[in-house]
C-alpha cells in the first residue's frame, strides 16, 4: 500500500507558501487599486452590476428551478474541501456556475439567463448560487486574494432580514431582495442566519480595477492559483458535481416522461 503522507506535505506546504505569498502582496495591490480600499464598495461604481438588478427576478426563476433539485446540490465543502472549517453538514450548499474563470457547462446551460448576464462581467471568476439553511453561521474567514471583488445578489432574503447579516471587517450589511453590494472578501467576514428561513443569493468574483503595475502582478497571482492544488482539487470536484446533478436530473425527467402503465 503506497504512503500518500509525502504528497499531502507537500500540498499542505505549498497551501501555506502561497497564503503568505497572497498576504504579503495585499498591500501592494490595495495600494494600486482604482476603486479604492474600503471593505464594503459602492455598487455604482460598477456600470455592469445595475442589469443583475434589473433582471434579478429572471435571476430568481432559474434559481428556483434549481432549488426544486435542492437535494441534490452539493455542500461547499464538497466542492472545496479546503472550506471544511466554514462549511458543516449540508448547512452551506452552492450551485457553481463559474469557478476561476472556466464556466460549469451543464450548470450554465440551466441557467441561461443568469449565464448571459455573468457574461457582461469584466474579469469574471467564480459565480454560484449560495443557498444558506436557517439557524446556520459561517465562522470569520477570508478570501484567497485581495485581487478579486466580490458581489453579492440577494435572491431569496428571509421576512427578517435585518437577523441574516454579514459582517466585512468591522461594516454589517444585511442582504436584500434584488439588490446587491460588493465588497473585498480579502477582509475577514462572517455570517448569520438567525432566521428560520433560507437565504439565497447569487455571488461572483470579478478582477479589482487596478492600475498597471497592480494588473500585471494580479494576472500572474491568479495564474498561480490555478496551478495550486486548491484550484485543481475544487475543479475536479466541480466537474464531478456538475455531471453528478445533470445526471440525476436527466433521469428524474426520464421518470417523469415515461407513459403511465395500461390498467
Known amino acids: 500500500m503506497s504512503d500518500d503522507r509525502p504528497e499531502l506535505r507537500k500540498k499542505r506546504m505549498g497551501r501555506r507558501l502561497g497564503r503568505w505569498l497572497l498576504k504579503r502582496l495585499a498591500d501592494f495591490q490595495a495600494r494600486r487599486s482604482l476603486v ?19 433582471e434579478w427576478q429572471v435571476i430568481r426563476a432559474e434559481l428556483d ?13 464538497e466542492i472545496s474541501p479546503d472550506q471544511y472549517r466554514i ?8 450551485f457553481i456556475l463559474y469557478g476561476f474563470g472556466e464556466p460549469s457547462p451543464n450548470n450554465c446551460a440551466r441557467c441561461p439567463e443568469t449565464t448571459r448576464l455573468l457574461q457582461t462581467v469584466p474579469g469574471l471568476q467564480s459565480a454560484w448560487f449560495s443557498i444558506l439553511a436557517p ?3 459561517i465562522p470569520r474567514h477570508r478570501g484567497v486574494t485581495k485581487g478579486v471583488l466580490r458581489v453579492h445578489l440577494g435572491l431569496r ?6 437577523e441574516c447579516t454579514m459582517e466585512v471587517d468591522n461594516t454589517r450589511v444585511a ?23 433560507e437565504r439565497a443569493i447569487l455571488l461572483f468574483d470579478f478582477v479589482r480595477p487596478m492600475t498597471l503595475p497592480g494588473r ?11 496551478q495550486s492544488a486548491y ?9 464531478t458535481w456538475d455531471q453528478r446533478f445533470e445526471a440525476a436530473v436527466q433521469r428524474a425527467e426520464n421518470i417523469l416522461d415515461e407513459p403511465a402503465a395500461p390498467p
Open 175 to 197: 442582504w436584500e431582495e434584488g439588490k446587491c453590494f460588493v465588497f473585498d472578501d480579502f477582509y475577514q467576514h462572517e455570517v448569520w442566519n438567525n432566521t428560520d428561513e
Open 135 to 137: 439557524q446556520y453561521h
Open 65 to 77: 428551478r434549481v432549488l426544486a433539485e435542492r437535494d441534490r446540490l452539493p455542500a461547499f465543502h
Open 87 to 94: 462549511s458543516r453538514g449540508d448547512r452551506w450548499k452552492v
Open 36 to 54: 479604492g480600499n474600503e471593505p464594503v464598495l459602492d455598487a455604482a461604481a460598477f456600470p455592469f452590476v445595475a442589469p443583475f438588478e434589473r
Open 216 to 226: 500585471l502582478v494580479n494576472s500572474f497571482l491568479l495564474w498561480g492559483v490555478r
Open 157 to 162: 432574503v428571509p421576512a427578517r432580514r435585518h
Open 231 to 239: 484550484f485543481k482539487d475544487a475543479r475536479r470536484n466541480m466537474d
